[in-house]
T-cell receptor
Framework: SQKIEQNSEALNIQEGKTATLTCNYT??????LQWYRQDPGRGPVFLLL?????KEKRKERLKVTFDTTLKQSLFHITASQPADSATYLC??????????????FGIGTKLQVIP | GAVVSQHPSRVICKSGTSVKIECRSL??????MFWYRQFPKQSLMLMAT?????????EQGVEKDKFLINHASLTLSTLTVTSAHPEDSSFYIC??????????????FGAGTRLSVL
């Protein structure tokens, strides 16, 4: 069955450093992969989408890589700030529901940026 | 980004009552809406997918008679938890997507509804 693995342990880093979050998936080949941010008690917020034929995508301080050979995506936040503290969800495309492709969410990695 | 409004944000009800949660896309037409459930420290679990004007498609293990979904227009979907019980207490989140091409795969989420059944 399809499986998504994110570092389930919390990641603590010092303000100003680069945070790197890992997402590994097994038993399928998503055509695209998304990253979302979720704050406590809130719904997720879309950050970036990367397609299988794109190695890297950037948006301001965010960078996502997608290695279809390793079946892995890395999510980087450069010059991290305390406001970046949140849970980050990896969401590869997977399966169909209601006639449309659905997205499967990982459990997320909780990032804590320490001032 | 697109805005999805979800109401209420929190509801407390007695066991046996029904609760309706609304999800609206405010500035775009949502061809597809999704309903998720999330328990503490767990991932989002898809409950059902609904397309405007048609019946919802429920995920395996989700009781369609208990979780009634109506997607009457391109901007509104509702989830009704019928005869709620304490085990239904959870965080319910809706999402909507529209757009074309690869953008149609991006989901915009509501703020979620915390349901507590006493």
């Amino acid at each position: 069955s399809q499986k998504i693995e994110q570092n389930s342990e919390a990641l603590n880093i010092q303000e100003g450093k680069t945070a790197t979050l890992t997402c590994n998936y097994t038993n399928y080949s998503p055509a695209y992969l998304q990253w979302y941010r979720q704050d406590p008690g809130r719904g997720p917020v879309f950050l970036l989408l990367i397609r299988e034929n794109e190695k890297e995508k950037r948006k301001e301080r965010l960078k996502v890589t997608f290695d279809t050979t390793l079946k892995q995506s890395l999510f980087h936040i450069t010059a991290s700030q305390p406001a970046d503290s949140a849970t980050y969800l990896c969401a590869p495309q997977g399966g169909y529901s209601g006639g449309y492709q659905k997205v499967t969410f990982g459990i997320g990695t909780k990032l804590q940026v320490i001032p | 980004g697109a805005v999805v409004s979800q109401h209420p944000s929190r509801v407390i009800c007695k066991s046996g009552t029904s609760v309706k949660i609304e999800c609206r896309s405010l500035d775009f037409q949502a061809t597809t809406m999704f309903w998720y459930r999330q328990f503490p420290k767990q991932s989002l679990m898809l409950m059902a997918t609904s397309n405007e004007g048609s019946k919802a498609t429920y995920e395996q293990g989700v009781e369609k008679d208990k979780f009634l979904i109506n997607h009457a227009s391109l901007t509104l979907s509702t989830l009704t938890v019928t005869s709620a019980h304490p085990e239904d207490s959870s965080f319910y989140i809706c999402s909507a997507r529209g757009g074309r091409g690869i953008a149609k795969n991006i989901q915009y989420f509501g703020a979620g509804t915390r349901l507590s059944v006493l």
